[in-house]
């Protein structure tokens, strides 16, 4: 099975490239002997030197890993040794040189998604907690929204708002930072969900995707068959484009795509009338 | 057949030895005897685990097993729960369901964790099994509670309702009133996820009342306090209870009604929920704290004096889930006065700030370690760590089976020497021989991996952040971690090298999640081609990978073991890899 196993293995590293595994005088003990058919190079070919210093630094560590009381030094001793080599590695492996025309997307200095990794009900309960010691009398209506799954989420700088569409049973959520008008949102959202639905649709297609699409257009003029409402902090539903953009961003806590032969089925409200029958 | 057999137990005989084998580990041991101990064993089995949804296939597993009476499915992986799964992604229970609901009429029992459930799939587990008993949604989303509403009208022997923190879009909290008045199965039944402000309160507490073998009821929170008293009047027997916000204004009268209510619980044993405290009221639990073994107050802001007091009364403490409101203060006073301590979670109030908030560093980790025999399982954010405290952490408690630390700022190096975090983690997975999970976090070298694959021989599970130099780090885990089931690994500079030449080690494990890493597209393709039994799913929600050069890296991928082939649920972000000719999606 070993044999059959290496085989595969070594298939899958393409000819040109070549690991070197150099094996020091103890040889590497850990793990199958698998390893030892397998040839591994630390770095990219021709920093010989630097294989040699780090598998000299290994073997160290394991011999050192034989003598108990020398395992692992006590915070008094001198660490230089495993720093001077630690940094070393680092400073020589750390930049990979990238491979031309790929996105750079991942070198700006954004906030980063998912760090720390806690849920997203734990998010928020700094600031709930100031909310409740200034009231303690009051009584807990929509203060904390970081586990309202209609509420916007602000990851870092985005705004992120959960959007429904009739007969997609998954939302998506969109980040309402990154438009600054209807227009654009309109965009977005039509593109979204034209993918979704045509997914849907056939899912096992394997041909070029925009074949499939039909494009979602006319969501904000109530000309397109589908028509795009929001849900806004006082519960009410809402057309999307009556209020200035600034006053939609700051109301609003979820959008829905509506099928627009369902609009009349459903009463809107808009601020100037008051309170609606919400369906 | 038979005459082979001849001398061997009769198939009833072996039914009823192989009914007292409950572990799964053990009962596919057993069918892996022989031919007949297989027949045997599939049709005895009632009880079935799949790790993760996609790597069988419904009817693979009823074909397998067709008498299973309770079925356990996971959908999504764990980073999902931090938003690094796109939504869509997949994970839906439906496919399950509706095959489940011919194959399986006399299913009781349906535990699924991050899974995509509709109201559609609640719906037809109402309809179809008749003597369904136990429904657990752990971190679920894509239903309401109209779902719900379906569920409870229709399971009369339902014991089992469980939501815990999943994400239900709460139209209305009159959902419960569809529990019929004959209904008094309930055994458990934690709402604590539901937002909804007008829980129908009245229907709840009618619920509870006729329902005597209630044992765990986890409130939400919009059940005030002053209706916690009324609630536990109705069911002194609880063993666990969640409460809504302990937040009111002090009165006299109410926190003596809530103290007697609490008294009179004599089997109360685990407290939860907490949201929004007024310490003031802290004391009227008093009366259960030396009874005692399991608190969560994660999301109870109050400071670390108050906890001191609480959490002194608590001898019996073995679970405590806290904030780092508690402070090392806090945690010096847990690890004299919890003698029995065995696992502990402290969650950061304030995960985004620059600046410490609060004065919780790695002391209060030592202390706790150096104080409570007992500690096994640790879960601890804090802003600052050292080698010399993770040594001593790993020799005081060589018990430990989970350790998962995050220091919050990424890269952060021993703040006492500025050195890599490396050898306080090798000392934890050397000393640790029965570690079977590890977070790593800080500033670490190749090192680390080195001293993980080396040492971490039970090590199941591994998540890493931020973390290594090359792709040697990711071949020592993969090459040394012999029991090593889930890997996910996050913004690590790990290409194609190790992942290529540790290709079949993938098979042994349930799971690789790597994002923000360096594996090219190539590279992922190469081993959706030669590996089948692999799963290679590539997830970018910007662009198709195909629309750039082979060698760029993805953003990322998800790789897992399967006997189902490539899924067809796939939204348009994901592509699995697939035959030398096409990409499927």
């Known amino acids: 099975m070993e044999s059959g196993c290496s085989k595969k293995l070594l298939d899958l590293i393409p000819q040109e490239k070549k690991w070197g595994f150099i094996e020091n005088q103890n040889g590497i003990s850990h793990g199958s002997s698998e390893e030892k058919k397998l040839e591994l190079k630390l770095g990219p070919p021709g920093e010989e030197d630097e294989l040699l210093v780090s598998f000299g630094y290994f073997s160290s560590m394991k011999s050192n890993a034989k003598h108990a009381h020398n395992k692992f030094p006590p915070p008094q001793e001198d660490h230089r040794g495993g720093a001077v080599l630690a940094a070393s590695w680092a400073k020589n492996h750390h930049h990979q040189p990238k491979p031309p025309n790929c996105s750079q997307k991942r070198t700006a200095p954004a906030p980063v998604v998912g760090w720390p990794p806690i849920r997203s009900f734990r998010k928020n309960l700094a600031t709930t907690s100031k909310l409740a010691s200034e009231s303690p009398t009051s009584l807990p209506h929509k203060v904390a929204n970081e586990r309202n799954p209609a509420a916007p989420e602000t990851r870092g700088k985005g705004l992120f708002v959960k959007i429904n569409m009739d007969g997609v049973p998954i939302g998506r959520k969109v980040d309402l930072k990154a438009y600054d008008s209807y227009e654009k949102l309109s965009t977005a959202v039509g593109e979204l969900f034209s993918g979704l639905l045509a997914a849907q649709r056939d899912p096992s297609a394997d041909g070029p995707k925009q074949e499939e699409e039909k494009a979602i257009t006319g969501v904000l003029d109530g000309n397109g068959e589908y028509t795009l409402v929001y849900e806004d902090n006082e519960g009410d539903r809402m057309l999307v484009g009556d209020v200035p953009w600034h006053m939609f961003v700051s109301t609003v806590k979820r959008l829905r795509v509506l099928k627009s032969s369902e609009l009349s089925v459903i009463n809107l409200g808009s601020s100037k009338k008051g309170k609606r029958v919400q369906n | ?585």
């Open chain 2, 1 to 585: 057949m038979q005459k082979k057999m001849a001398y061997s137990f009769p198939d009833e005989v072996l039914e009823q030895v192989f009914s007292f084998i409950q572990s799964d580990k053990d009962r596919n041991a057993v069918s892996l005897v022989c031919k007949s101990w297989d027949e045997i064993e599939r049709w005895c089995r009632r009880k079935v685990f799949i790790g993760n949804c996609y790597a069988v296939s419904p009817r693979m597993v009823i074909r397998r097993f067709p008498e299973v009476r309770s079925i356990k499915l996971k959908g999504k992986p764990h980073f999902a729960d931090f938003n690094l799964v796109p939504d869509g992604w997949g994970g839906y229970v439906l496919p399950w369901i509706a095959e489940m609901a011919g194959a399986y009429p006399w299913l009781e029992e349906i535990r699924l964790k991050r899974m995509v459930v509709t109201d559609e799939s609640l719906e037809l587990i109402a309809k179809s099994f008749k003597n369904f008993k136990v429904l657990v949604l752990f971190s679920c989303e894509g239903f309401s509670t109209d779902g719900l509403a379906a569920i409870a009208a229709s399971c009369k022997n339902l014991r089992e309702l469980d939501l815990r923190e999943s994400e239900v879009d709460d139209l209305s909290g009159h959902w419960l009133a569809h529990f019929p008045e004959t209904c008094t199965s309930l055994v458990s039944l934690n709402i604590s996820c539901l937002r909804s402000d007008e829980v129908s309160f009245s229907a709840l507490e009618r619920l509870v009342g006729r329902c005597p073998n209630l044992r765990s009821l986890r409130l939400n929170r919009a059940v005030t306090l002053d209706k916690i008293a009324n609630i536990l009047r109705r069911a002194p027997q609880l063993v666990d209870f969640g409460t809504g916000y302990y937040a009111a204004e002090l009165q006299p009268d109410v926190f003596s009604n809530l103290a007697g209510a609490f008294s009179s619980c004599k089997e109360l044993k685990s407290l939860s929920g907490f949201w929004d405290v007024v310490p003031a009221y802290l004391p009227a639990l008093y009366s259960i704290c030396p009874r005692l073994t399991s608190l969560n107050l994660s999301y109870a802001t109050i400071q670390s004096p108050d906890l001191i007091k609480l959490v002194s009364h608590c001898p019996r403490l073995q679970r405590l889930l806290v904030l780092d409101y508690v402070e090392d203060s806090g945690l010096e006073e847990l690890a004299s006065s919890c003698k029995d301590l065995q696992e502990l979670r402290v969650f950061p109030s304030d995960p985004f700030g620059a600046e410490p908030n609060v004065s919780l560093t790695e002391q209060g980790l030592v202390a706790v370690s150096l104080g409570c025999p007992k500690l096994r399982s640790v879960l601890y954010f804090c802003r600052r760590m050292s080698n010399a405290a993770l040594v001593t952490i790993a020799q005081n408690r060589p018990n430990l089976t989970r350790f998962r630390l995050c220091i919050i700022e990424p890269k952060t190096p021993d703040y006492l020497t500025l050195e890599p975090l490396d050898v306080g983690f090798g000392a934890i997975v050397e000393h640790c021989k029965d570690l079977r999970r590890l977070s790593l976090s800080g500033l670490l070298t190749d090192h680390v991996f080195e001293y993980s694959g080396t040492y971490g021989k039970k090590l199941e599970m591994l998540s890493v952040a931020f973390a290594g130099d090359s792709d040697l780090g990711l071949h020592h885990v993969l090459s040394g971690c012999e029991s090593l089931r889930k890997l996910e690994i996050r913004d690590c500079p790990f290409g194609d090298k190790a992942l290529l030449a540790n290709a079949a080690k993938l098979e042994t494990m349930r799971s690789l999640w790597m994002s923000s890493c360096a594996v090219s597209f190539g590279a992922c393709k190469l081993l959706g081609q030669k590996m089948p039994k692999l799963n290679v799913e590539v997830i970018d929600e910007t662009e198709p990978p195909d629309s750039r050069p082979e060698s760029c890296p993805v953003d990322k991928l998800y790789i897992y073991r399967s006997v189902a082939g490539p899924r067809f649920d796939m939204p348009p972000f994901v592509w699995t890899m697939g035959e030398a000719v096409r990409i499927l999606h």
